[in-house]
DNA sequence: CACTAAGCGAGACGGTACGTCGAGTCTTCCG
DNA sequence: CGGAAGACTCGACGTACCGTCTCGCTTAGTG
């Protein structure tokens, strides 16, 4: 759970700088005494909540270093040593607030009605404030290659392996069979491809009709995909 | 055909200064007989190049008016005599570059692959620069209120016209019966979404596969919610 | 009367062949055939004018060259073509307006009292808008050569004739004989030094006590200069 | 001593931060010890030397904050940072280096001697850079009021009290009796105003004649005012 | 307990870009 | 040709943040 893509991010969870670059990592134990008072936590979070505020009245550009260290009521510096910019801080928050507004809770009831809820979840997702988050980093992604990276082998890769276990499990209730992993991946995208690109795109909750048909078309290919002739597998 | 967001842009096409200033707004076609020199459309195209470039080389933070306004070998001021803003010189490019990259080719082949290859050319279009154009637009526009509605009023409410005719052409030859607009719309979000989040989502081209079964998918709902029992039709 | 100290200021004075530079006074009427609208006496009136109000309303920096076009309802390139600076124009109104106002008016009363009249006259104008003109062009002259120049050679020189006369004749009727020339200028200096200081400097119009006090002494200093001894003579 | 008329002037030579923010004023000594970085005497001389030199070469209009900034090596922002304008830097020259120079050398020798050397020391000052300077701002001050207020109530009132208590001192000296202020104050106009006016209407240097009969006259009046009658004294 | 390494607030500094203003030149069209 | 209109280049304005840095205080282990 890396919540900090920063070069120091460890050594706040880790007293004695631990896992961090491997190259280093020799006369270290001996050497680093680490004396002094440990980063504050309520620090943290006033640079988080600052900076997620900030977003939300102001928007991506709004959101300056020197403004979340003032709103936080902290030193510039202090932000610097802790995060190398806002992207960073954004990622943070991410990954604080945004687990677990788009989890999957298993209801036992029936596959199509919790897959529905689960699209709803999604759609009203991206009008919180940790919606707005993951707007503006995606957003800010299209053209920032560095960005791109930390956010798709950061949250973006463990929120689709949650999607992807969610959605199996839901697939698999439904069928009453194993469905193959590329399936379950194709299926995932047919899923939330029309969510996000109702909400990136046309900056609008989808239609209830919408997300109905969405998830009724996809327990529908599912189970058609299952069928006997396996060989018609779709892929990514 | 509105190429520029900027006050002047009708000055360019249209003779009669159009909404200019307000005051002197009487007898405005016949007095104003709008002397001087004419605006230079080589320099518009040098700009519009310039910025393109520089989205291409240097992502959207890379763009710059004086950057802009430097490599188009253009005073600033001239740039900011006609756009307001980086946001409205991409837009001009976009209407410059995009309509025809994304135009709908009615082949009079099978409808299917027509398809396919339209979801092709779209895919394909996220690679080219006036793709980049449109991602980093649709990017900003994440956090950006005016950016965004100039984006949905402008390029994007075109476009999703251009794609309800190139996709309802498609549709009513593959089914050889009329199919109702609502039905369009949904389709349109059905088969658009998963090329979108692929692309603006996960950075990638989508799978041929995913392609493929989106488009049979499509083809396969509209007859099927075109068929006898009406009342299962879809919606926005 | 040298309107405009522009290069193009014979085009309008040619046209109507005047008083203007003695010099090429020849064949003037024959040569230029002149063709065309003549040079419009309303537009450089407002102008001047223009120029004027502004300086008075906004101070020397606020008068700018688009500004006085603006207010005069005139092209800026109008502007252009009959003067070259705002320097420029400003010395065509001091030209224009100064002269009246700093005449010697011999009154035939006793020296003292037209002297002190004088005096008043010249603390008064600095009050004026054509005093404020004057103000500013020796303001800007202090680190300008150009406007340095300009005035040294022109209002300045003619102006301090002016005065050298007046003077003369107050002291000649005062003393009963007739007074040198480096008396006089002398003199002169001694007599607007505390003036012009007071004005340059201080901002402030003289105390009567100190323009009596100056009447006083220079009509007392011309008796004694003037005296016998001759050897007393002061200089420039 | 105000050298700057910037707010944080007081911080450079008073340690406890003065005026700065006036919200948090309680607590203020006790609480608020100014930590950080202080600011740099060497900065702040290379931008008034900087200043200066622009001043001499290129006249008040060749001085920019731009053209200071570069000169001096240093960033714009770090110009605006300690002084608001141009005109303020040239204060905070002038302060540094008009004082010496204008300072009356009390030489034991016979009051006229002095006196004239006095003179002759302020009209060689004009020549100077600092000389220049004063020009400059005094120009500038013809038609601006910030700057004709912050000369007035800055250098010039201090240099006349200055100046009062040197020629005092002189005319008692000369006339052996205690002389009353506002006959010195007038006296002060009467010796200073035709230097000034040679300095800054004709911009150049007084004759040597005329700075030798000034002293004189100067002399001669307060002789002449101080004696038996004082009802005659002058005033400002 | 003193030492010392960090955390931290404060802010100076060199930069880059912003968006605006005016200067002065040039171009086009009208009368 | 005079003049209105205005496009254009250029230079400076004053502002906002950037990211780095230096100071001096406070705080918490460790020796």
Redesign the pocket.
Known sequence: MPESTCR?AH??TI?IPADRNAEPAASRTAV?????????????LAVLHAADDLLVERGFN????????AR???????????W???VDILLDTLADDARDALAWRGGGEDAEAELKAQLRRIAGFFQQPAGQVLRALLGHAQTDQATARALREGFLREQRERDLLGLRAVLERHTGRPVPEPTVDTLLSVLLGPLYYQALVHDAPPAPELLDATARHVLDLAVRTDAPKPGQAAAT
Do not use: D
């Open positions: 120091n050594e706040r007293a680093v005494s680490r004396t002094g008072p440990k980063r504050s936590e309520s620090i943290r709004g959101v300056t270093i020197e403004g979340i260290a936080a009521g902290v030193a510039k510096q202090t932000v610097y040593r802790w190398k910019s806002k």
